[in-house]
């Protein structure tokens, strides 16, 4: 992963969001390269959320470019797959476990088609990987949280996109599932060449399975491969030097 | 048209009125499921109130009660003022009900302003025109149901074509914008075909009430199915059902159609919220007396099957002692028991009968199977998130996982 491929996954330039009165992103220059796995770190509220979604075009940018795939944002879209911080559905709609993953093919079957035996066997195969197989006739309201969440990391991989943007896809999921979905991440990764930029809080996790790593706090305090780039110095700059706790997070990190 | 009017074993003028109103049920039934779906009921409620001025100035403009120009003019008004709340919500920071509120009030005010200046008029023509404020089914012309018919057909199959842009949409806007779908463009077909339903329904409902068929058949079906694909063709029936019998009543009683038919919807939405299977409030009470039921007698079983492992038999006031349990729930629980053919009784003592030896061993060798799965069944994977049934085990785990957890116990099996 040390050299990247020519093109890389997402690329930002100068990238500068608000929502009000203040940028919560600011000048921000980063590159994801492709076929690697990166995590975006940084505290709460540093703009994570919003880098991504600015970067595929989902909250317009102040100024700055974003680039995906060697495209713009937009004509890239369906080779993306993008698993937002809260999925914001509408938990009562009658729809299936099974309906909800199969959605994840729409955008290579298309509006209208029936979908194809294999997209089927896709379907069931993402299922299975987040275990929610033997879920898949439920609605989808009648799940726990982390189930939910299982769900539509689920309907990100029945995408087979190129590029997965996670938005913190663990959050609520148990320790079990978590290592054995970043297992199939590295798997996509090594095998396929695919790309996954997620945001990710727990720093030793980061550091054990991520490639590349941007540290992120308004600015881009820090990019690069995660070994010469999560240092103690770049981490305290990121999330503050003073801050209670860092400390113990600091060394909790280093701890493995 | 013909030969379903002749199906029907009416008279002529009843059996068009009948498939009049079941073609304007279905219609609206599935159209309705696009508003009651994403929680925008309302809408139609004021898409339907917005079409009265329209069908107002329709007359005043043609000078003729002519059913399809009237609803030409009414499915114009309801599309402005569905633009109108569109537009209300988008540039200023009035909320979406507030916007409903505002379109819904001011277009019927000017509907009813302009019908009692026409009636002012004493233009002979107009008498009639009332009928669109409570709905009027009696007097439909086969004519007018066939254009109905015509609409209808129209506007379920684009509903069919759109079939995964609409639920895609609804479910989950932003997926469906980040797949490249146009979900804005969507939504505006949506209302246009809300439209379509108001428009088909107009005359025989009204502007007043015929939110109600909107609502009432998605209402209904939403409590006999999970999924939309189902959920659709279900509110079509529901609808029509409702229509049909609603408009009959109506006409053999003389009275406007639109209340008929809404207390006929409020008697199915009534039905359905209580008794749907799985999600009806009496299904569920009843399950859950079912369930209660069930676990006092297994336990007052195995309390009793371990009060005769200990001594002589117990009367039930020394098995509720005996095994801390209020002493009416012993009574039910042995009253449940004894009809079920599991007790014998001894004076005021019980005692187990063989079949009741036998169910007492059953329950006794779940419970061990249970202890044995929260000991050991963190070993067993199933590979898949199959869910334990304490109840059940080995239902819910399947044999293979039960014998590996019998044999991890020891072959502890009698
Ligand atoms: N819709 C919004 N309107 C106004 N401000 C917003 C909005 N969304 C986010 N913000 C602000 O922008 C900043 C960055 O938010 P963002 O969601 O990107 O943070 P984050 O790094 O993802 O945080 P977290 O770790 O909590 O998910 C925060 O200060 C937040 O208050
Ligand atoms: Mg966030």
Redesign the interface.
Known sequence: MAAPHAVPAIELAHMTVSYGASPVLWDVDATFPAGAMSAIVGPNGSGKSTLLRAA?G?VPADAGRATILGQPAREA??R?A?V?QR????WD????VR??VE?GR??SVG??RRLRAEDRAIVDESL?RV?????AGR?IGQLSGG?RQRVFVA?ALA?RAELLVLDEPFAGIDARTEAALLGLLAELRDREGRSVVMVHHDLQTVREVVDWVLLLNVRAVASGPVATTMTPENLRRAYGAGEVGLDEREGAAWAG | MGWLIDLLPLPYTDAVVVIGAAVLGIAAGVLGALAV???RSLVGDALAHSALPGVAIAFLVTGAKDPASLLVGAGIAGLIGALMMVGIERTSRIRPDAAIGVVLSSFFSLGIVLLTYISSTGNSEQAGLETYLFGQAAGLLERDVAVMAGLAAGAIACVA??F??L??S??????A?????RVRVVELASTALLVVAIVIGLRSVGAILMVAMLIVPTVAA?QL????SR?LPLAGLIGGAVGAVGALASARAEVPTGPVIVLTGTVVVLAAVLLAPGRGVVWQAARRRGERRTARSSGVLIDLETALHAGPPPTPSELAMASARPARDVRRGLRDLGRAGLLEHDGDRVRLSESGAAAAHTALEGRRLWSAWLEHGWRLDPG????PDPRDLRGSLGDDLVERLIAMDGGARP
């Open positions: 595929l989902l879209m369906r993306v993008y937002p999925e914001a559905v509408d709609f009658p729809i299936t309906e909800v959605m729409y955008p509006w209208i299975e275990g929610m197989g033997p879920f609605q189930q309907r995408q | 779906l994403p929680r074509i759109g995964r842009p639920k895609a609804i479910f989950d806007r932003a997926f914008a980040s797949i490249g779908l939403r199915t999970n999924r939309l959920l898949d998130a199959r869910e």
